[in-house]
């Protein structure tokens, strides 16, 4: 008995050494790391928005975020673009897209914001092929509207990378399913009708 | 005479005890993640840190670990180490945490550094443990950084990302698929058996003829 009060005590000391030190690194590095995460956000949107002069932010009745981005100072007018941040749960990592939509329903442009796929299979959904500026995969979504957004394998137009189909999938489908969603709180002049 | 000793430890982590191709430890992120010649030697230098700095620790601490419940300690050390650098590089190095990105959570699982912390660094000098984490470290990076090369030019048709081949060479996409890694580090693994066979064939060829064996059979 006495044993076993022993052995838990000295555990319990390195496991509080242990939350000690990582509560102590946690509370220096949180704020650096707030910082990149605003700053890669704001690249980010003025990425997939690039008409807008001016973006601000939304937040809808269960706390999700979305931004408009308005093509003059005047925030008074239409929005000319609106952005949110689609989450999909890829083959090892929830991955981040920032996802531009033009007022018209179709992507401006997408920028996978997190990921933490396979290095060299799913992971490619982030490189970029030598002599281009931007990873392929996640060029192809420009223009697209969201019941075009699917994998190839799903009967949609997105070409999947080789060997890697969850990962391209996740990001297919948290593309469409956040742009379904936005429909829901904003309007997009409909240019395709029922009938074509 | 300790001047020698230490450089044995920290050579024989090269080959003789190779903690991949001797060891085997350290196999499943060593063929995961050596998609490339720079991811294997991302990985291999992430994880060479964070085994210096195990085994730095437990060396220190052994007077005071019981014996009874030395592995979960082993654990939290290494676990929380590896949060820590996870969260120094995310907040201090944002654009070598983003390289690097998944190679570091994935240290964890590495069980070279729990092997290593078990089987040396709780039972040697500080000085001991420290030559010896480099020295598996080292040995550790050569094995991916050839795994990743060789996959990346095979199944990539790259090396460290620069095309090498004109746009007819095609790949052989599955050596960056895992049956692609796991043939190559048996490729290497029988490799270095017959260099050794073949080592212990002259040795025992050698004792022969000066007439120190007299048995037919190398064993």
């Known amino acids: 008995m006495k044993d076993i009060i022993k052995l838990s005590l000295i555990l319990g000391i390195f496991c509080t050494a242990a939350a000690f030190s990582l509560a102590g690194v946690n509370k220096i590095t949180r704020p650096r790391i707030e910082m990149e995460r605003k700053r890669v956000i704001k690249e980010a949107l003025e990425h997939v928005l690039p008409a807008a002069k001016i973006i601000t932010e939304n937040k809808t009745i269960d706390e999700k975020t979305y931004y408009l981005g308005y093509a003059t100072e005047d925030t008074t007018q239409s929005p000319k673009g609106f952005s949110f941040i689609a989450y999909g749960q890829g083959y090892s990592s929830r991955i981040q897209t920032m996802v531009g939509v033009n007022n018209k329903g179709t992507i401006e442009a997408i920028e996978i914001l997190f990921q933490q796929e396979t290095p060299g299979l799913g992971a490619k959904a982030?490189?970029?092929?030598?002599?281009e500026d931007t990873p392929w995969f996640q060029k192809q979504f420009a223009g697209k509207f969201a019941d075009d957004i699917k994998v190839d394998k799903d009967g949609g137009e997105i070409v999947s990378i080789t060997g890697a189909t969850i990962t391209s999938r996740a990001v297919a489908n948290s593309i469409q399913k956040g742009i379904k969603w936005l429909s829901d709180y904003v309007k997009f002049e409909k240019e395709k009708t029922i009938t074509e | 005479m300790e001047d020698k000793g230490?450089?044995?430890?920290?050579?024989?982590?090269?080959?003789?005890?190779?903690?991949?191709?001797a060891l085997f430890l350290g196999l499943c992120p060593a063929l995961a993640v050596t998609t490339s010649l720079i991811n294997g030697l991302g990985m291999g230098l992430a994880a060479t840190f964070v085994l210096l700095f195990s085994n730095i620790i437990v060396s220190s601490v052994k007077g005071i670990v019981p014996r009874k419940i030395r592995i979960p300690i082993y654990i939290v050390i290494i676990a929380t180490f590896v949060t820590i650098v996870e969260l120094i590089m995310a907040g201090f190095i944002p654009s070598l945490f983003r390289a690097l990105g998944i190679y570091v959570p994935l240290i964890v699982v590495n069980c070279i550094i729990l092997g290593r912390a078990e089987a040396f660094a709780s039972k040697n000098s500080l000085g001991k443990s420290?030559?010896?984490?480099?020295?598996?470290?080292?040995?550790?990076?050569?094995v991916l950084v050839f795994l990743g090369a060789v996959r990346e030019i095979l199944g990539d048709g790259k090396l460290l990302g620069h095309y090498l081949f004109g746009p007819e060479f095609e790949p052989v996409l599955l050596m960056i698929l895992p049956p692609g890694a796991f043939i190559l580090i048996g490729l290497i693994l029988g490799t270095i058996n017959w260099i050794e066979i073949r080592k212990n064939q002259k040795i025992f060829l050698k004792f022969k003829e000066k007439k120190l064996i007299t048995t037919e059979n190398p064993e």
């Open chain 1, 126 to 131: 982030t490189e970029t092929r030598p002599g």
């Open chain 2, 6 to 21: 230490l450089f044995k430890e920290f050579i024989k982590g090269i080959y003789k005890e190779n903690p991949i191709t």
């Open chain 2, 130 to 142: 420290t030559i010896d984490a480099l020295g598996m470290g080292v040995g550790f990076t050569i």
